[in-house]
């Protein structure tokens, strides 16, 4: 059984960059999995952000394109997510995610609230 | 990108009663590619039903999925109180990948 971790900073400047990682444990992280980041605004709806494949090759949000990033340290048994220039906009709680496919999630993490506030 | 309509917005039951809630896309959707989430206050989702009527490990089979196309539905087949909870659908589009959630149906107590 798969289980996921989110960890970071609850407040963010605006025009700073969002950095969470994901640890993970119950899985080796060396099949060919998807590991991905799902956001949710306070009192709204899911939003896909991106996934990275085992291959290291990686797909994002068209809306976020150009500012966000998904990595994998195996070694470390984590993933991360970095979200540039952030606004009030991105405010959200942050999911981490895992599947075999990508074409829907298994596993999700407990979610982390991360705040864009001066 | 493909958009996702769910209907009703809130749907008010009670205990026994059968739910279906719907899911229409803005264009057609394999059906590999369509899933369903409940997700309870506090709680992250929990992935109900994907490939649009495939059981996920451990959901119980008072839950279906069925559609094609632009059109599906999600049916609770007798409510129990622990399903009453916001459902949203989801799907996949391979060609340019991008990936969508519905905005959501709420199952509440009536």
């Known amino acids: 059984q798969v289980q996921l971790q989110e960890s970071g900073p609850g407040l963010v400047k605006p025009s700073q960059t969002l950095s969470l990682s994901c640890s993970v444990s119950?899985?080796?992280?060396?099949?060919?999995?998807?590991w991905g980041w799902i956001r949710q605004p306070p009192g709204k709806g899911l939003e896909w952000i991106g996934y990275s494949y085992y291959s290291g090759s990686t797909s994002y949000s068209p809306s976020l394109r150009g500012r966000v990033s998904i990595s994998v340290d195996r070694s470390k048994k984590q993933f991360s997510l970095r979200l540039t220039s952030v606004t009030a906009a991105d405010t959200a709680i942050y999911y981490c995610?895992?599947?075999?496919?990508?074409?829907?999630?298994?596993?999700w993490g407990l979610g982390t609230l991360v705040t864009v506030s001066s | 990108e493909i958009v996702l309509t769910q209907s009703p917005g809130t749907l008010s039951l009670s205990p026994g009663d059968r739910a279906t809630l719907s899911c229409r896309a803005s264009q057609s959707v394999s059906t590999s590619y369509l899933a369903w989430y409940q997700q309870k206050p506090g709680q992250a989702p929990r992935l109900l039903i994907y490939?649009?009527?495939t059981r996920a490990t451990g959901i119980p089979d008072r839950f279906s999925g069925s559609g094609s196309g632009t059109d599906f539905a999600l049916t609770i087949s007798r409510l129990e109180p622990e399903d009453f909870a916001l459902y949203y659908c989801?799907?996949?589009?391979?060609?340019?990948?991008?990936?969508?959630f519905g905005g959501g149906t709420k199952v509440e107590i009536k």
């Open positions: 989801q799907q996949y589009q391979q060609y340019g990948t991008s990936l969508t």
């Open positions: 490939g649009a009527s």
């Open positions: 119950g899985a080796s992280m060396r099949g060919d999995d998807y």
């Open positions: 995610v895992n599947s075999g496919w990508p074409y829907y999630f298994d596993y």
